[in-house]
């Protein structure tokens, strides 16, 4: 289920997907990334390209849906966590806001949309 939920992802423009550790922080758009499973591998990207990430399937225990108050306007996120419940990977919906800050109702729609499909909070079983 944690491919199916990041294909759905990927497929979405305007993704801001997040790893952050200790020393280094990756971001990589959504935008037309490929993606495919080999065992526990899940790859997001063309692993010959400039930038992919390799998520362990084994590793992510969870998922949710978070939605966060910011000063004048609300980010969108789906979450993913593993067994001591650190945040491995975020997937921060962008560009939900119309040049008057009035939230695009087709924007999130897709967010709306994809948190119908899988729930509030996913839990993973490898």
């Not at 992802?9 to 990589?28: C, F, H, P, Q, W």
């Not at 001591?84 to 939230?103: G, I, P």
């Amino acid at each position: 289920m944690l491919k199916d939920l990041l294909s759905d992802i990927v497929r979405i423009d305007d993704v801001l997907m997040i790893v952050k550790s200790n020393g280094a922080t990756i971001e990589m758009r959504s935008n037309s990334l490929s993606i495919r499973q080999k065992e526990q591998w899940i790859t997001i990207g063309d692993n010959d390209g400039p930038c992919h990430m390799h998520v362990n399937e084994e590793m992510i225990k969870n998922a949710e849906f978070v939605t966060e108050e910011k000063l004048e306007r609300i980010s969108f996120s789906v979450r993913l966590f593993d067994k001591n419940n650190e945040r491995v990977l975020a997937c921060f919906f962008t560009k939900m806001y119309d040049e008057f800050k009035k939230l695009k109702s087709e924007r999130k729609k897709l967010y709306d949309n994809l948190q119908a499909k899988y729930g509030q909070k996913i839990e993973f079983y490898s």
